[in-house]
């Protein structure tokens, strides 16, 4: 969705092992808020490990049941069922069910949450990729923005832990919990309830860290 604005120089850089977790989990969160999963997905996240629930710990239980949830929505999911879905929400007949916008979600006195965003992905050295139709402020857009500030990309050393709850505070935080509750409560959601709950709860987890640093 989005790219460094220069990327011919490939950097060195160093990501920890927690920061390596959180990007893949965002950029998996990307992928599916891009696209409705393939059977390839799908039968890589039923195969993925669940957590151990924390019982002294809530968030992380969360979490961990949450992914427990979508793993076993993977496993049971077609991918033609799950592309079906993703077409009905996410697309529709000249609206969508649900939308996967933050300007759909969030309004600002005298601005645009769109130019806002666009402003702030240009002084990152960020922008929407060519050939690329969404708008930089849909849900799979910002996961991958935040996976690139955690990560880095070709030409872009990650950011620092500031920059990432700067971004998140003002571009994740005021609307992805809205949005996934709109995701749960239609009817029409199946499968993407479950991935809308542990984007939930993987926001909450971030959202958390970003506080006590």
């Known amino acids: 969705m989005t790219e460094p604005g220069s990327p011919a120089v490939v950097l060195q850089r160093q990501v920890a092992a927690e920061d390596e977790a959180r990007a893949n989990f965002y950029a998996l969160l990307a992928r599916l808020y891009a696209d409705a999963p393939d059977a390839a997905l799908l039968g890589a996240i039923a195969a993925a490990d669940e957590w151990p629930v924390v019982a002294s710990d809530g ?33 529709g007949v000249g609206k969508s069910a649900v939308s996967l916008h933050a300007s759909a979600y969030v309004s600002r006195t005298g ?19 060519e050939g690329v139709s969404v ?28 920059q990432q709850r700067e971004f998140f505070a003002s571009y994740v935080s005021p609307w992805v919990t809205e949005c996934c ?32 640093e």
Not at 70 to 78: E, F, K, Q, R
Not at 182 to 201: G, H, L, M, S, W
């Open 59 to 91: 968030a992380a239980r969360d979490l961990a049941q949450s992914w427990r949830m979508l793993i076993a929505a993977s496993a049971a999911m077609d991918a033609g069922a799950a592309a079906e879905e993703y077409q009905d929400l996410f697309i």
């Open 111 to 129: 601005g645009s949450p769109l130019a806002d965003l666009r402003a702030t992905l240009a002084e990152l050295g960020l922008g929407r990729r």
């Open 135 to 162: 708008y930089e402020d849909h849900l799979a857009a910002i996961c991958e923005t935040m996976r690139v500030l955690i990560a880095g990309a070709p030409g872009m050393e990650p950011c620092v832990f500031a």
């Open 181 to 212: 509750n709109a995701i749960k409560v239609c009817p029409i959601a199946n499968y993407y309830r479950r991935v809308a709950e542990f984007t939930q709860y993987f926001v909450a987890i971030e959202r958390d860290s970003f506080a006590i």
